[in-house]
């Protein structure tokens, strides 16, 4: 089935610089992406729609600067963690779904975990 | 968005059916309702989705109710491995894919 990936699974960065999340559909084309975030026992907050060629969308209170997100092609959209703090330390997941109608599947990446130190 | 609503927590003894309850009183007639699970430090997993009528696959069946207002994922067998946060989610027409994440139900199947 389709499946969407994610790389790398698992990043530790020093304070201030910068990191680049991957987020791959493997045998389908998405031309939208969506990047959540989530805290320790908490639910997935939605931070920005991808877009392929286009801008992303952020949600109310995500920082556009902060959280770059790229949409280069029909498969891939990459998440940049800029200037990363320790309470940007979160697991960051991606999604896409495989056509526009309300009644396609919509998959999830495994995940990646990021710990700023 | 169409909110759900879901208990916080249910048991399950393995080997046995666990049925998880979800209301969404404020579906609209063109919204699905797709279920998920996350297994600890894991990407949300999909399950099933469906728009009125009962859906079955390898993993689960869904039962919607005739007034669309509430539903039920069950997962037949239960195994130790199904032990995780079920989230069923209303995906709603003016969103598209974007999907709103509730609490969820942390379903714990015990041997």
């Known amino acids: 089935g389709a499946v969407v990936s994610q790389h790398p699974s698992r990043v530790i960065c020093k304070s201030g610089t910068s990191v680049k999340i991957e987020c791959r559909s493997l045998d389908f084309q998405a031309t939208t992406m969506f990047w959540y975030r989530q805290f320790p026992k908490k639910s997935l907050m939605l931070m920005a729609t991808?877009?392929?060629?286009?801008?992303?969308?952020?949600e109310q209170g995500v920082e556009k600067d902060k959280f770059l997100i790229n949409h280069a092609s029909l498969t891939l959209s990459t998440l940049t963690v800029t200037s990363a703090h320790p309470e940007d330390s979160s697991f960051y997941i991606c999604?896409?779904?495989?056509?526009?109608?309300?009644?396609?599947?919509?998959?999830f990446g495994e995940g990646s975990w990021l710990t700023v130190v | 968005d169409a909110k759900t609503t879901q208990p916080p927590s249910m048991d399950c003894a393995e080997g046995r059916a666990a049925n998880l309850p979800c209301n969404h009183s404020?579906?609209?007639?063109?919204?699905?309702v797709y279920w998920y699970r996350q297994i600890h430090s894991q990407g949300p997993q999909y399950i099933i989705h469906?728009?009125?009528n009962n859906e079955t696959n390898e993993m689960a069946s869904l039962i919607i109710t005739e007034d669309r207002k509430s539903s039920t994922l069950i997962l037949p067998h239960a195994t130790l491995r199904d032990t995780a946060v079920y989230y069923c989610i209303v995906r709603v027409a003016a969103s598209g894919s974007r999907l709103t994440f509730g609490e969820g139900t942390q379903l714990t199947v015990n041997p």
């Open positions: 999604s896409a779904a495989t056509g526009p109608g309300l009644g396609n599947t919509i998959y």
């Open positions: 404020t579906i609209s007639g063109n919204e699905y």
């Open positions: 991808s877009n392929e060629g286009s801008k992303a969308t952020y």
């Open positions: 469906g728009l009125k």
